[in-house]
């Protein structure tokens, strides 16, 4: 039992619940504490013990949790959420045979949504970024990424960094967004993509910096992306404005691409399918986070596994996102990317759960969210479940019947 206050007047009492901490101190598998309590005030977790304790607090509001299980509130660490258009047909080609890089080179893909979000109004764009970001949270996210990536211009990145940082005055969330402006070559620069890496240096990455749009940056690294050479001279210049940064890397080849965002001390490498043990070493030795993307690897029929077992043997972190955009991962899920956390890359329930709360705080550079833990935002999910395992295991039933996000009530 700890206190951070001497005040035993609390704004909110959750007693009676299963606390899974996912606190990584702490010895039992997902941080379990059973029968325990929270205690939180002016939006901190303040307190945690045993039920029986609480007698010592009065507080405004006390919630009975019925032997349900209260975990950290969800963290989707990488989405593509704010987008226009569908891309049904490369879907459809897909199937007949087209693979995802052809889609690619023939114009298709990111630049099939780049025209559709260029053409759409902000409120167009806000409205559709609303009605995902909502299903999210009614699984239980209370805090998503959200990259730019289909403007490749200045205005319209722009455009869909304020809807991504709009969201969460009318939605009860936390977003943290991220400027991509390096996700592929406008058409307009074909051929030139030293060019367009050069006004992303000199002009969109110092605008977006000055307007404070972006927590972070990220890129493609990739054959139908940027090169590592060309993501470096990104990651310079984010360096000098003070920007963390991240990247998609080894999604469909090695380029090494880990390595180089952990030589700047990156948040997470995204993807990871091709990566090498060199790497993975690299990544150990900067705390940069593995981000798997199990939806992408599905979507994509990939076959070749991000190396797991590699990344436990070095003790490099594992997050877990959606990747939700309308090409390689047009699934709105979370709770379905745990599953398949699971039985497509053979995590356990604990490290995927870990993937959707502690280690997706790290991936977004988020100190107090993630963890039940005194000191703590008191970002928190209750669910109707029998044991942990249960929120990886099922699919398609909403366990979830409580949510509080900063202490409030929100589900
Ligand atoms: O994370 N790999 C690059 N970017 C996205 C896909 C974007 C798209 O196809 O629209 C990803 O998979
Ligand atoms: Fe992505």
Same mark, same amino acid.
């Given at each position: 039992?700890?206190?951070i206050t =001497?005040? /035993?007047n609390v704004d #909110? $009492?959750? *007693? =009676?619940? *299963? #606390?899974?901490?996912?606190?990584?101190?702490l010895e039992q598998a997902y941080g379990l504490?059973? =029968? @325990?309590?929270?205690? $939180?005030?002016n939006g901190k977790i303040t307190w945690l013990g045993n039920s029986n %304790? $609480?007698?010592?607090?009065?507080?405004? @509001?006390i919630v009975d949790g019925q032997d349900q299980y209260l975990s950290p509130g969800l963290i989707d660490c990488h989405t593509h959420l704010v987008f226009a258009g569908s891309r049904a047909n490369e879907f459809e080609q897909r199937l007949n045979g087209v693979s995802y890089e052809e889609i690619s080179r023939q114009g298709g893909g990111i630049l099939s949504t780049v025209n559709a979000t260029r053409a759409a109004s902000e409120d167009t764009l806000y409205q559709f970024a609303k009605q995902r970001t909502s299903a999210l949270i009614n699984e239980g996210v209370t805090t998503l990424e959200i990259k730019s990536g289909y403007g490749l211009d200045l205005a319209t990145e722009r455009k869909m960094l304020r809807v991504a940082r709009k969201l969460p005055t009318e939605l009860a969330c936390n977003v943290q967004t991220t400027f991509l402006g390096a996700h592929a070559l406008p058409a307009e620069f074909k051929g030139k993509a030293d060019e367009y890496i050069d006004l992303i240096c000199d002009e969109m990455l110092p605008a977006i910096a000055q307007e404070e #749009?972006? %927590?972070a940056v990220d890129g493609f690294c990739e054959g139908i992306g940027f090169s590592p050479e060309q993501m470096q001279k990104v990651f310079d210049k984010a360096r000098e404005l003070n920007l963390p940064v991240k990247l998609h890397a080894e999604q469909l080849s090695d380029l090494s691409g880990a390595e180089l965002v952990a030589n700047y001390q990156g948040l997470s490498a995204d993807h990871l399918e091709y990566l090498s043990e060199q790497s993975i070493k690299a990544m150990r030795d900067s705390n940069t986070v593995a981000v798997l993307l199990p939806?992408?690897?599905y979507t994509l029929s990939e076959t070749k596994r991000p190396p797991i077992d590699q990344l436990r043997k070095h003790?490099? %972190?594992?997050?877990?996102?959606? %990747?939700?955009?309308?090409?390689?991962?047009?699934?709105? @899920? #979370? /709770?379905l990317m745990l599953h398949m956390a699971c039985t497509l890359f053979k995590l356990t329930p604990e490290e995927a759960i870990a993937g959707i709360t502690r280690n997706a705080a790290k991936a977004l550079g988020l100190k107090t969210k993630g963890t039940i833990q005194v000191g703590q935002d008191a970002d928190l999910c209750l669910w109707n479940i029998s044991q942990p395992a249960e929120l990886a295991y099922t699919f398609g039933v909403n366990p979830l019947t409580h949510v509080w996000l900063a202490g409030k009530q929100s589900i």
């Open positions: 039992m700890t206190e =001497n005040t /035993k #909110l $009492i959750i *007693h =009676n619940v *299963h #606390l899974m901490t996912m606190d990584e101190d504490r059973v =029968n @325990s309590a929270v205690a $939180i005030n %304790d $609480i007698e010592q607090f009065t507080a405004n @509001s #749009l972006a %927590d939806g992408a690897f003790g490099v %972190d594992i997050a877990i996102g959606s %990747d939700f955009n309308p090409g390689s991962s047009p699934i709105c @899920s #979370l /709770k």
